[in-house]
């Protein structure tokens, strides 16, 4: 069973940063796609960053230009640096893995980021 553990999530004022981490239970990690997710209170999940397997990047709208995905397949584990925090920031960030060409991956339990002064 693949398990994600994720850390770095906490209260920051604005314009501040955190890294996110997200640690993988897998064989072999550079396999999968990584994707951050967050969900604010109300409000839907949805997409925040990915990264392929080869490395290559997607980012949602509100986060291009403050916010890096990147991995280290060696260590199973992928990151989300967060730059020029926003109080719309505050949400459950969930880390999510899956193979190419899969029905389903799998979800961490999530961190929590506020964003507050």
């Known amino acids: 069973q693949v398990q994600l553990v994720e850390s770095g999530g906490g209260l920051v004022q604005p314009g501040g940063s955190l890294r996110l981490s997200c640690v993988a239970s897998v064989s072999i990690f550079s396999f999968y796609t990584a994707t951050w997710y967050r969900q604010a209170p109300g409000k839907e999940r949805e997409l925040v960053a990915q990264i392929t397997n080869s490395k290559s990047t997607t980012y949602a709208d509100s986060v291009k230009g403050r916010f890096s995905i990147s991995r280290d397949n060696a260590k199973k584990t992928v990151y989300l640096q967060m730059n020029t925090l926003k109080p719309d920031d505050t949400a459950v960030y969930y880390c999510?893995?899956?193979?190419?060409?899969?029905?389903?991956?799998?979800w961490g339990q999530g961190t929590q980021v506020t964003v507050s002064s």
């Open positions: 999510y893995i899956k193979l190419p060409g899969s029905s389903a991956g799998s």
